[in-house]
């Protein structure tokens, strides 16, 4: 009868796991559809809520059921899925156990106030207001760390939150890699940027459209690449998100930009990426870690792979550009379908992470990395934050940051507590690449099927080998699992370097 | 140090309250958001939180404190608001804690399989295939009455849930009254009919009305009557409903229909009726009975009153009528005004409930409560109903019901195991008219105010008078406080006999 204990431990898994989901339709309403006044009871409802799941997946272990299992699990007495239930659940249990009541209570708050705070400092571009909420949350974050424990440096402790199993060494060394080859890259683009004529074929795209056929041409896209909109929905916010209330129910949000249907595209594509994987996860592990996504590296490498990888590629838009013209012959009609490409795939230093092209988007990264980084470990101060920023914006990119507002204040993740986050946006980049050459081995047909717009084959593959083994494999695991190697910068770099070199500098 | 239980027991139940709130916005959801293949978790969700419900509320007395309090409001005690919360919330304490857990899901599960059977016995015609159902929930339902307990019928413990107060006795004698009147008056109407021209000016409205443009008339209309869409919804569902998430979040529904747009309109007053009453509940007092609404009765006169009191009279179309035809030219410029009224107002004796008009509409009340009345006194066998139906269709309304779906199977109530629902149908019309006749004293401009748009007054009214109130009065209480006198059905036989005799008897 060893299976009794881990059906109960399932048991009181999935009932967290209701609430969980239930708490994710809150925040989605609350994001998608209820009405502005709502807000303060939604707030209390979400707190009230918040509460009940750390209380009830506390009390999991009331009775010693995770402990008793633990030790089996110790004593390898356990099946391959029992093992990932039980070692998953103690992580997360342990972690959440070691951090006293009064100090998470303690941290929400702040954290509320810091956001708060912050808003109003990049609002004002007024660094110093934010400043001691910034040191508050720095000095939060590093007891955090301590309650927690960790190697030698306390930012493992925060980054294995987000990305389990990487530290801050780990996550240096692919990324200094990545960085050696993209300050020198970058540069030699800008300077062939610089070079090509103004009237050349990376100019924006002008005209005007209208937000329902953009949703319509999106959604289109959406279902061909194999979103299940029967299992799903599509809506507009201001800041686009994925969200899984249950592999059945899955919900993913764009915004859009009348005068640029590529805006809400791009955020369609990349939830839909996330959604894909959030629909694939297996609906009868439902509430245990067995249906839950690996790691956000992990998570965002489906988002990437779908917007940058293929979507950004010119086998896609041989499918998906003639029916782009269709819907807005103004001014597609005109535009060939090799500017629009360029277009799409134009390379330019700037100062906003979220706005920025595939290849500069991460020196951003790798700036707030090393910030961040320096902040935890105590090798940079907060009050000298602005001047580090501007220093590195000018030798990573070679640009001068005018202002904090589009520096050091334009995240929300710091002043929302969320230190070691950043990487995995990066690490997203670096997984999808490592994933893709592999599957384009796996799939040598593969341009040729995107082309034809036949996508069924690449959501298999993903299914197959990331989606439906939820948290069976650690994202290391895993890496190696599906691609034969660990993970490295070398994909990655190789896909930039033909991609961009052939557009940029031939 | 008197008001400490009291806090704490408006504490427990605002956590319930907030758990109350989220299946509301979880059934909301579902019925109006949700994709198709998330029904299955949804269904698990929403099991899963009404059982923490039900857990939460009975365990408000695990420490005695609401039986300390319940003593203290036998003796006195307590202050006004307080003793509202004690004994609104011991009447459904107590209620529940007399139903054994055994039963209570005995019933749930029957009723979930009847409703599906139900379902089923519609769409092929077939009671027989009902009939064991039906039996066994009326078997339930009294059995029920016995664990609850009541005076002189069972029917009374039923009828309670919904219209507290309430018995029997109570509800017969109001409703044959009006049945007194009703039977005669319709028949009249009905022979007035038959004379007049088939080019008479009751006929119906043709043409095509997009669904965003009856839309936007609809909320043009809620906004400008006092709904406040700052604070609420509209949106369609196949079953138009009204539900208070929050008072400064309430979302209503409706139903379109392409080719009559009054069919979407008057679900929209309806429920715009429901929703003032649920946004006019006072939130400072959210959680607690005292920001409830007082019955299902009152909760309807509130819709009604809108629905036929007001948004089908003269003086509210002279205002609107003007609207409607610059939104719908088509047909509506070549329609007089008077012509639109009486088409509105037309009264036909007809099969389906849902479909008749604010005449009729009680009759078919009137045969519901009944006959649903003789089952659970045991006056009536439910293998008979059939025949009963059809019987008392020919005496009530004078026409022959064709089959039993169009007769006996077509209201989900039954199979839902809602019996004492129907009456709080008519009882609020006969609220509504005493309420409504009270109004008009009190605001002798009233019918000029309407006819110039000027809503205000109307909801202050109804605001000061109802709404505010929450469940401070009973039904009976309240009828008293605001008319003078208790619940009669005098006021809405006047009401009728005005309006339908000047249409059709003059």
């Known amino acids: 009868m060893n299976s009794k204990p881990i059906d109960e431990l399932k048991k009181r898994l999935r009932n967290v796991s209701h609430l969980v989901s239930i708490l994710n339709l809150l925040e989605w309403d609350r994001d998608v559809m209820m009405p502005k006044k709502g807000s303060d009871a939604r707030a209390a409802s979400i707190a009230h809520l918040a509460g009940m799941i750390h209380e009830k997946f506390v009390s999991i272990d009331s009775d010693g059921l995770l402990t008793d299992l633990k030790r089996k699990l110790d004593l390898k007495k356990l099946k391959d899925s029992e093992a990932t239930i039980v070692s998953e659940t103690w992580r997360t249990f342990d972690r959440q156990r070691k951090l006293p009541e009064k100090f998470v209570e303690e941290s929400a708050e702040a954290v509320s106030k810091a956001h708060t705070v912050w808003a109003e400092a990049r609002e004002k571009n007024d660094f110093k207001l934010f400043l001691p909420w910034l040191e508050k949350i720095i000095r939060l974050k590093r007891k955090e760390a301590d309650y927690v424990g960790y190697g030698s440096s306390p930012y493992d402790a925060l980054i294995d939150v987000f990305e389990p199993g990487m530290t801050a060494e780990s996550t240096a060394r692919v990324l200094n890699d990545l960085k050696k080859f993209l300050m020198p890259f970058i540069a030699r683009i800008a300077a062939s940027t610089k070079r090509m004529s103004a009237k050349g074929p990376t100019r924006g795209i002008k005209g005007h459209f209208p937000i329902e056929q953009q949703a319509a041409f999106n959604e289109m896209v959406a279902r061909k690449i194999g979103f299940d909109l029967e299992a799903g929905r599509i809506d507009a916010t201001t800041h686009p998100f994925a969200l ?12 859009y930009n009348e005068s640029d249907p590529l805006y809400s595209f791009a955020s369609v594509i990349h939830e839909v990426g996330h959604g894909l994987y959030e629909q694939g996860l297996p609906a009868e592990h439902f509430g245990t870690p067995l249906a839950e996504f690996v790691s956000l590296g992990i ?23 003639p029916k782009l013209q269709k819907e807005f012959p103004k001014p597609f009609r005109k535009i060939p379908a090799e500017d629009f490409y360029r277009a799409m795939n134009k390379v330019e230093p700037s100062f906003i992470r979220t706005e920025s092209d595939e290849v500069t ?7 707030r990395f090393e910030i961040e980084k320096g902040l935890i470990e105590g090798t940079i101060k907060a009050k000298d934050l602005p001047k580090v920023w501007k220093s590195k ?10 202002t904090d507002s589009l520096g050091v204040l334009q995240d929300v993740h710091w002043s929302s507590g969320l230190i070691g986050y950043f990487p995995t946006y990066s690490l997203g980049n670096l997984y999808a690449a490592q994933f ?9 047909n593969m341009n040729r099927q995107i082309a034809k717009g036949e996508f069924g084959p690449i959501k298999s593959w993903l299914r197959k080998n990331i989606h ?16 034969g190697e660990p993970l490295t910068s070398k994909y990655f770099i190789n896909y930039l370097e033909a991609k961009y070199g052939n557009l940029y500098l031939k």
Chains 1, 2 share one sequence.
């Open 393 to 402: 914006m000018k030798e990573y990119f070679g640009i001068k940051v005018p």
């Open 244 to 255: 899984g209330i249950h592999p059945t129910d899955v919900r993913i949000t764009t915004r």
């Open 468 to 483: 439906m083994h939820g948290k069976t494999h650690t994202a290391a695991q895993l890496v190696e699992r599906v691609t």
């Open 436 to 444: 893709f050459m592999r599957m384009k081995k796996d799939m040598p």
């Open 361 to 367: 988007y991460n020196l951003h990264i790798i700036l």
């Open 299 to 321: 998570h965002e490498s489906q988002s990437r792979m779908w917007q940058n990888f293929i979507a950004q590629s010119r086998p896609f838009w041989r499918y998906f550009y």
